[in-house]
């Protein structure tokens, strides 16, 4: 017996010691969790990540990736405090909310010096390059000229203090709102026009003309709109200040809306206001084929509809799938209206919450995913404008080659790689003749990159200032939930649904006593 308890006690000792030799063996690991839309990032990104983290600071790192489907899941979670993740990319009202609520920290990514110097000695600063310069100046301008000074309104030590949000969060894609169509179904109606589209711009979704007029009895039927507040409250605004039916309209101040600017008017939601375009909403269901959120495409793509209010991510999804042979086109086109429209954010910022211990790792992601290679993967992936400048990405070779693989180029092809990068930065390509010829006649303009596109067209037809930011609608934001609502369902009757409702439990009781009585006989 002491024999077997000798035995067992070197066993264990051995055991000890392997043990013990085997952690000093294994580096330490550190950690990151981030939280972010589903599919909104590239996987293999994550990982070359931690081949990156592990150069610059000698350590492994662990990522858990946590997902949200829309900015109310995100802020629900957040405000309840019982979420523990280091960084988050909200959308740009989202982020508006975050910080009257005092639940964001500072970052100062533009401000290169006082980034850097918040590292920990860990970080190997000689392997590390700053990349704010590669983001878009026009988003960061954008932002400022939106939401200027925001006022913290949570009660503690912070309340009151106005602050920047440019200083709050680092950008990482961007889009437009504007019309998904197809051109050849457009073509057939005869309003495949510059002039009679141009005329309607946003009237193309409520089947005007531009002067009060049915754009086209082809349209009837065939019209997808967003089941989203936001983005219908856009277009519709938008659509009433065409048509001409906000002329001599003020708001509360007495301000007339047609004096606004973009920017002004997207965000006005006094009460006036709201019942015109509840009204225009209410009357716009007649020429509805239904609501969508993200199959709008898919119905396009099978015929379902022929027009969308569409975010340009899912446009150029659609647009790409959209190829045909007998037309050797693209079927589908997006069209961004030259008068107005909207443009949208999402960006990284992080918590009060975070994990301290994770600064680094936090810091070191937001500036990795600024890299162009990191940038033309994360595009190809969602499919929305990277925050990355398009002349950054189009003189960086590897990110080309990412890009140009992607859409299946020949990188070795001088004239394939011309080719691409006119269709992808230009929208545009060659003809027989050697002429540049922009894949879509109506718009002439690439949407991929609004504000590159803004300024080559500046003399012609757009401005930037023509494309405004959204702010949260604040306490108004019930008033405007309670008139979309009473859009959505306006003349929808009760008594037909209730009918087929009795009518299925009617049947279903009917089955149910005749296979009992079917029993009762066997």
Not at 136 to 163: L, P, R, Y
Not at 434 to 456: H, L, Q
Request: net charge negative; with cysteine.
């Amino acid at each position: 017996m002491k024999k077997i308890a000798s035995l067992l006690f070197v066993i264990l000792l051995v055991c000890f010691a392997a043990a013990l030799l085997s952690a000093c063996d294994v580096s330490e690991k550190d950690s990151l969790v981030i939280y972010n839309w589903a599919d909104y990032i590239f996987d293999e990104d994550l990982e070359d990540f931690k081949d990156y983290y592990k150069q610059v600071t000698g350590k492994d790192i662990d990522i858990t990736y946590v997902t949200f489907d829309t900015n109310e899941t995100m802020l629900t979670r957040l405000t309840k405090g019982d979420s523990n993740v280091d960084v988050v990319c909200p959308s740009e009202y989202a982020i508006q909310k975050l910080i009257e609520m005092d639940m964001l920290i500072p970052m100062y990514y533009f401000d290169e010096q006082r980034y850097t110097d918040a590292f920990s000695s860990n970080v190997n600063l000689d392997l590390y390059e700053h990349n704010s310069d590669n983001v878009e100046e026009g988003i960061i301008e954008k932002v400022s000229d939106t939401f200027g000074q925001i006022e913290i309104t949570a009660q503690g030590d912070n309340q009151g203090k106005k602050v920047s949000m440019v200083d709050y969060f680092v950008p990482y894609m961007y889009g437009t709102l504007g019309i998904l169509y197809n051109k050849y179904a457009f073509d057939e109606l005869g309003i495949y026009d510059e002039q009679i589209l141009n005329d309607s711009n946003w009237g193309i979704l409520f089947n005007d003309d531009g002067n009060g007029n049915l754009l086209h009895e082809g349209l009837t039927g065939n019209i997808l709109m967003k089941d989203s507040i936001r983005d219908s409250y856009a277009a519709t605004v938008f659509y009433l200040l065409e048509s001409g039916r906000l002329d001599g309209l003020t708001d509360e101040n007495g301000v007339l809306y047609t004096e606004m600017s973009v920017g002004e008017l997207i965000n006005a939601v006094d009460d006036g206001l709201l019942e015109v375009v509840k009204d225009a909403l209410t009357e716009q269901k007649k020429q509805l084929f239904g609501y969508e959120v993200d199959f709008g495409k898919d119905d396009l793509l099978m015929g379902n509809a022929i027009v969308d209010l569409a975010w340009s991510g899912d446009a150029m999804y659609a647009v790409e799938e959209s190829w045909s042979d007998e037309y050797d086109d693209y079927e589908l086109s997006y069209y961004v209206p030259h008068s107005t429209g909207n443009i949208w954010f999402d960006g990284w910022v992080v918590p009060k919450t975070h994990n301290p211990a994770h600064f680094d790792a936090i810091k070191l992601f937001i500036n990795y995913l600024n890299i162009p290679v990191s940038a033309a993967q994360n595009l190809l992936e969602i499919g929305y404008s990277s925050a990355v400048k398009a002349d950054v990405l189009r003189n960086d070779t590897d990110a080309m080659e990412v890009l140009a693989e992607g859409y299946e180029y020949d990188i070795d092809d001088p004239d394939s790689m011309q080719e691409f990068e006119m269709y992808f930065f230009e929208n545009s390509y060659l003809d027989e003749n050697g002429e540049i010829v922009c894949y879509d006649e109506i718009s002439d303009s690439n949407w991929r990159y609004p504000f590159a596109s803004a300024a080559n067209h500046n003399d012609d037809f757009r401005n930037i200032d023509s494309l405004g930011v959204m702010r949260d609608f604040g306490d108004k934001n019930k008033a405007v939930v309670t008139a979309w609502n009473y859009s959505r369902s306006a003349g929808v009757n009760a008594l037909p649904l209730l009918g087929w409702t009795a009518l299925a439990v009617a049947i279903a009781v009917g089955i149910v006593v005749l296979v009992y009585i079917i029993k009762r006989k066997n």
